[in-house]
């Protein structure tokens, strides 16, 4: 999981969730739906999220819930479905339903998500897979302070496209339960949010090369500690400190192994600046350093930040760029972790009121503690038809390319070359 303080940028577009997994290691704000309390961090407009009022699924309504009920069904081809070194195209079927609640209160909020997504490779049917998430939350308000409390389970599989990935036969499956809690204190043009979190990461055994490895040496708890002190010196324009504590308890280590516990101090600080329409600027900057329980490990001292802008000259038209460097913790055996290095850019258009294209680029680095790197790259574009409130057709194309690591110890990680096209049509009420 990347230690990170999670930014709720402006524009992040998913051209398709069957084929844009994570870029690197598995992270919790790219799994979790938005929509729930406690994990929703899209505050945001963008030409795609903004759809017109006749456009918006309407939910259905009982008593003072609103359901929102939905069925995504996608069928494409992918040109490499195998794991490196072997390489063979495949025909999917990617089926995606999902239900959405949120409570209809002036006061307090709840929210909760359930959703799957079920690939279907029609020439390797040893690679079908299906994730599902489910995710609720609340939140209380008291006077002017908000107490959030949110708790998730997943069910997940590592996509080859990312890096660091290991090359197993088949996907390899993962669980994560998630707990968190915060509470804003709110005065004035000052704010005050303690929160805590605790993640638990499960991994199922992988086969490689046909035998059995086991991921136990992955299993880890995860407990997060922060405090956030947010200033707001004119209407949309914040300054924000953090303090951030993560201690990581691997649990089921093998016995011999050098065990990859730590504990983690950031110390961010940054701004939040909205020009009231054209421009939004976001950035935090700050240092981290990782002491690992065994001396065998040295401590890492690292500089983390991420930054981004957002530009909406017009309402049919939006841009975004994202930076980021942060570290993660490494897939491989034997390894402590990696610092990893993004760089995204994306724009929506609107073509016409009912016509919507997506586009986006990235490009990603990982360095690993213990020296050597890897690259990786993404682009995909898409097209959007909304023919009414209820029913959308998209067809999307995505290509990643992930290169072999270069001077890493240990094991190398594959490298991976990909390229999607779907075409989806989704139904909600």
């Known amino acids: 999981m990347r230690m990170r303080f999670p930014l709720p940028w402006c524009l992040v577009?998913?051209?398709s969730s069957a084929g844009n997994g994570p870029a690197a290691a598995e992270m919790l704000s790219v799994l979790l739906p938005d929509g729930v309390p406690g994990y929703d961090t899209?505050?945001?407009?963008?030409?795609?999220?903004?759809?017109?009022p006749g456009q918006t699924d309407l939910g259905l309504r009982a008593g003072d819930f609103r359901f929102w009920p939905s069925l995504a069904e996608g069928f494409g081809y992918t040109s490499n479905v195998l794991p490196a070194p072997y390489?063979?195209?495949?025909?999917?079927?990617?089926?995606?339903?999902?239900l959405a609640v949120a409570s209809d209160w002036s006061r307090?909020?709840?929210?909760?998500?359930?959703?799957?997504?079920d690939t279907r490779y029609l020439s390797q049917p040893n690679q079908d897979r299906t994730n599902a998430t489910l995710s609720a939350g609340g939140r209380i308000d008291i006077g002017q302070d908000q107490f959030t409390l949110a708790a998730a389970q997943l069910f997940q599989h590592e996509d080859p496209a990312q890096l660091d990935a290991l090359p197993g036969d088949q996907p390899i499956a993962f669980q994560v339960q998630d707990v968190r809690a915060?509470?804003?204190?709110?005065?004035?043009?000052?704010?005050?949010?303690?929160?805590?979190?605790?993640?638990?990461?499960?991994?199922d055994t992988a086969t490689v090369m046909g035998v059995p490895a086991s991921q136990a040496y992955r299993d880890r708890l995860v407990t997060q500690g922060a405090v956030t002190l947010r200033y707001e010196w004119a209407p949309l324009r914040d300054i924000l400190f953090v303090v951030r504590g993560v201690g990581q308890d691997y649990t089921r280590t093998p016995a011999g192994q050098t065990t990859p516990d730590s504990t983690s101090y950031q110390v961010l600080g940054g701004l939040d600046y909205d020009d009231h329409g054209v421009w939004r600027w976001r950035m935090l900057l700050g240092g981290e350093a990782r002491q690992f329980a065994s001396a065998v490990y040295p401590q890492q001292t690292t500089l983390i930040a991420e930054a981004g802008a957002t530009w909406t000259?017009?309402?049919?038209?939006?841009?975004?760029?994202?930076?980021?460097?942060?570290?993660?913790?490494?897939a491989q055996e034997g390894l402590s972790g990696?610092?990893?290095?993004?760089?995204?850019?994306?724009?929506?258009?609107?073509?016409?009121?009912?016509?919507?294209?997506?586009?986006?680029?990235?490009?990603q680095r990982a360095d690993f503690f213990q020296g050597g790197y890897q690259f990786g790259s993404t682009a995909g574009f898409g097209l959007v038809w909304v023919m009414n409130r209820s029913m959308r057709v998209s067809f999307t194309y995505d290509q990643s390319d992930v290169q072999p690591s270069h001077g890493q110890p240990g094991t190398p990680s594959p490298g991976y070359e990909r390229g999607l096209g779907l075409i989806t049509v989704r139904f909600g009420l």
């Open 13 to 15: 577009i998913v051209l």
């Open 42 to 52: 899209a505050d945001g407009v963008t030409v795609r999220s903004r759809l017109h």
């Open 87 to 98: 390489r063979q195209g495949s025909w999917q079927i990617v089926t995606e339903p999902a």
């Open 108 to 117: 307090n909020a709840f929210g909760a998500v359930l959703s799957a997504q």
């Open 182 to 203: 915060s509470y804003a204190w709110n005065w004035g043009r000052w704010s005050l949010v303690p929160g805590l979190q605790v993640s638990n990461w499960t991994y």
């Open 313 to 330: 000259p017009n309402g049919t038209t939006t841009a975004g760029m994202t930076l980021s460097r942060e570290t993660a913790d490494a």
């Open 338 to 363: 990696l610092i990893y290095t993004a760089a995204r850019l994306t724009i929506d258009h609107e073509m016409l009121r009912d016509l919507l294209l997506q586009a986006a680029v990235g490009v």
